[in-house]
């Protein structure tokens, strides 16, 4: 049997930028999922998530028929109370895009005083959508969005609670919320871990040493690092460098001291990212610099360009020039494998990163 697939993390210098890119990773899986088998399930959690799919707005790659939406969980109260994640949903993002109302999966408003009952008929408006269709035992989500509590719940899974164990309900219930409001109806560990992709979407520094905790010490078994879909599914993790901070999983990676470029062959930037403050006249010059430098390589001279006491490290994927500039003490060879992955991360977000288009 396989192990579950790493994590694969993804920050981003604000929100906007995480916005736009959690838009593009969502239309790609769409497509994934509409080219196999013509439909896309999607289930979306509530804090502060629905305002992060705003990407989707306007977005004429978004095909909104072809969705069904649930809701990773639910607080237990009417539609329109302000509590209600199908509320902030609606709001946030169907009101504003044109989603057949019969796509969206609400709770069952009517059952609201027997919880029993409610989580039992939302379960079973999972197994009309999934039964025969995906799977029996669990329904396979293409696609989970989740958020993370600065407690490092997610969905209505909290630390130390009695659901953390449940192996067999889809749809649980609870009472004892200690994020209020204290009823909730939440899917379980087993539905969230049986799907196609699991993004967890988690900005600012008040997560910073939950996503520690939950990354680099998934021992200690907090609810958001227990979320690890069984192969092939994939967990990423979309955070903004505030909530990313501490993170070691990626500071040898996101947190160089010089910038990386993406250039095209024709001289043409494609994205820079810095990692230091510097004036526009002095980024302008570099970027200049860093452009003549690697654009006068010749195929066979090596990838290493020494540059004012610093070192540029390049490598060349069909068009496209991935460029660091790093320190002098800073090792040139593991940058190359640094920047090799960064590319082996891009594939599988935009397929093959070749395509300019992609970005
Ligand atoms: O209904 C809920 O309360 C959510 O589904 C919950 O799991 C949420 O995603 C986290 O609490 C993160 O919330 P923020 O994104 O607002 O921090």
Not at 110 to 121: G, I, K, P, T
Not at 167 to 175: S, T
Not at 220 to 243: H, I, N, T
Request: glycine share 4%; with cysteine.
């Amino acid at each position: 049997m396989h192990q579950p697939n790493a994590p694969i993390l993804n920050s981003f210098p604000n929100t906007d930028v995480l916005v736009e890119s959690l838009a593009a990773f969502t239309i790609k899986a769409q497509k994934e999922s509409l080219d196999k088998k013509g439909r896309f399930t999607v289930a979306l959690s509530g804090g502060s998530l629905p305002k992060m799919l705003r990407g989707l707005i306007d977005n004429p790659a978004v095909k909104w028929d072809k969705w069904q939406v649930f809701y990773v969980d639910e607080r237990v109260v009417p539609h329109d109370h302000p509590d209600s994640n199908h509320l902030a949903c609606t709001t946030h993002l169907f009101s504003q895009v044109p989603i057949p109302a019969e796509n969206i999966h609400p709770i069952d408003a009517s059952l609201l005083n027997d919880l029993e009952e409610l989580s039992d008929a939302y379960e079973k408006e999972l197994i009309r959508e999934f039964a025969q269709k995906d799977s029996a035992r669990f329904p396979i989500f293409d696609l989970i969005l989740l958020g993370m509590g600065p407690d490092g719940h997610t969905a209505s899974l909290f630390p130390g609670h009695e659901l953390l164990t449940e192996e067999d309900r889809w749809i649980a219930y609870l009472e004892d919320s200690p994020k209020p409001p204290p009823k909730r109806i939440t899917f379980t560990y087993p539905v969230i871990n049986h799907a196609s992709r699991v993004v967890f979407v988690a900005a600012g520094k008040e997560k910073v040493d939950t996503l520690s905790g939950v990354l680099d010490r998934p021992e200690e078994g907090l609810p958001s690092a227990r979320v690890k879909p069984a192969f092939p599914g994939q967990l990423y993790w979309f955070v903004d460098d505030a909530a990313a901070e501490k993170t070691g999983s990626v500071s040898h990676f996101a947190k160089p001291k010089h910038p990386i470029v993406i250039l095209e062959d024709v001289g043409k930037i494609r994205l820079v990212k810095w990692f230091t403050t510097l004036p526009t006249k002095a980024k302008t010059k570099i970027i200049q610099d860093v452009t003549r430098l690697v654009l006068a390589r010749r195929k066979r001279m090596c990838n290493v360009i020494e540059y004012k006491g610093s070192k540029i490290v390049y490598r060349q994927y069909a068009s496209l020039f991935f460029v660091c500039e790093i320190g002098e003490q800073d090792n040139e060879l593991l940058t190359l494998e640094i920047i090799h992955r960064y590319v082996e991360a891009l594939d599988q977000y935009f397929g093959n990163v070749s395509v300019i288009q992609a970005f």
